[in-house]
């Protein structure tokens, strides 16, 4: 196998493990938030605010997302393929981390999980894109 091969194969793996990570999150995120009366309502988002209520299920989902971003930044530095975005991935990790711990300790859970619905719902098909693309089954 030549070394071009190599690399792509390196990329799609890393890719179907990011896409795995951000259709799960994104999944449990859903399923956390969608039955809650402030869903659909965005002034709902800051209704009680700084004393809104933080469940157990949406507790772990911050601790999740959190841990995820931090190992990305070491992730990034140790053993992911070096790639021409470095500086601007590391930039991201780092203050999605940072955005993360803010809006845990300030008590922004409900715009917070929304905000990283959002944010990873992206991901999920940004990450799908280039599995098909390191796959050579990309259309257009």
């Known amino acids: 196998m030549n070394e071009a091969t ?9 890719s179907m493990w990011k896409l795995t990570y951000f259709a799960t999150v994104e999944t449990w995120v859903l399923k956390i938030t969608y039955y809650e009366p402030w869903f659909g309502d965005s002034k709902g988002y800051f209704k009680d605010w700084p004393n809104q209520e933080l469940k157990l299920s949406l507790s772990l989902f911050y601790m999740c997302q959190c841990g995820f971003y931090i ?13 021409k975005d470095f500086s601007v991935m590391m ?16 008590s922004f859970f409900r715009i917070g999980s929304i905000i990283l619905a959002l944010h990873d719902a992206s991901d999920v098909f940004l990450e799908a894109a280039k599995v098909f693309k390191y796959s050579e089954r990309e259309h257009g």
Not at 6 to 14: G, H, N, R
Not at 73 to 81: H, K, N, P, S
């Open 6 to 14: 190599q690399v792509k194969i390196t990329k799609c793996s890393e």
């Open 91 to 106: 930039s991201h990790h780092i203050i999605t981390s940072i955005l993360i711990g803010y809006s845990y300790v300030t």
């Open 71 to 83: 190992y990305s930044i070491f992730a990034l530095l140790t053993w992911e393929t070096r790639r």
